[in-house]
């Protein structure tokens, strides 16, 4: 099974300063590979697909990249609405989601 | 509008039975293949498995294979999961995700709203 390690666990960052959550995978899995935001008591909400493409409605403030084993969401300069946790999602393979990141906007 | 969505919160004994749904509409409800996802109490998202309702092809994750049973009916656009014998560690949020293509593989667009199953003696 692949293994989807995020980091770091938690991230505190200042409206306006640029947030990078980070995202391996223990084995290559091309460009398959979502993000989704979960804010408490709420469903996850798709934000990126096939690693780079945003969903539909996602502000252009939510950007992926990546292929292979190393992605990143980037969020250019976050808003207090950004707080929430943030997932990946393989499915090269079967699928796995990684651990989270909290993301908390001070 | 596309929208999944579950019956209502559960609240039940160690060894009660329960099986739970997610009514699909708005989409071809049979060509898209529909995930259960597990959440945990301050905890993060597991899957647990995932069903293609036009012919009821369902697949288990290893920790849940075994442990719930994934039904769909077509007749009504409602995928099911399904305890026999609910266990304390079952307490958690369950959530239904549809797949955006018509593929196992892929991402998750559309969620149902959730539903807690509570677990207690």
């Known amino acids: 099974e692949i293994v989807m390690t995020q980091s770091p666990a938690t991230l505190s960052v200042s409206p306006g300063e640029r947030a990078t959550l980070s995202c391996r995978a223990s084995?290559?899995?091309?460009?398959?590979l979502a993000w989704y935001q979960q804010k408490p008591g709420r469903a996850p909400r798709l934000l990126i697909y096939r690693a780079s493409t945003r969903a539909t409605g996602i502000p252009a403030r939510f950007s992926g990249s990546g292929s292979g084993t190393e992605f990143t969401l980037s969020i250019s300069s976050p808003q207090s609405e950004d707080s929430a946790v943030y997932y990946c999602h393989q499915y090269n393979d079967w699928p796995v989601f990684g651990q989270g990141t909290k993301l908390e906007i001070k | 509008e596309v929208q999944l969505v579950q019956s209502g919160t559960e609240v039940n004994r160690p060894g009660d039975s329960l099986k739970i749904s997610c009514k699909a509409s708005?989409?071809?409800?049979?060509?898209?293949?529909i995930a259960w996802v597990r959440q945990m109490p301050g905890k993060g998202l597991e899957y647990m498995g995932i069903?293609?309702?036009?012919?009821?092809?369902?697949r288990y994750s290893p920790s849940f294979q075994g442990q719930v049973t994934i039904s769909a009916d077509k007749s009504i656009n409602t995928v099911f999961l399904q305890w026999n014998s609910l266990k304390a560690s079952d307490t958690a949020t369950y959530y239904c995700?549809?797949?955006?293509?018509?593929?196992?593989?892929?991402?998750?667009?559309?969620w149902g709203q959730g539903t807690v199953v509570s677990v207690s003696s």
């Open positions: 708005g989409y071809n409800f049979p060509t898209y293949w």
């Open positions: 084995q290559s899995i091309g460009i398959n």
């Open positions: 069903i293609f309702p036009d012919d009821s092809d369902a």
């Open positions: 995700a549809r797949s955006s293509i018509e593929s196992l593989r892929a991402d998750f667009d559309i």
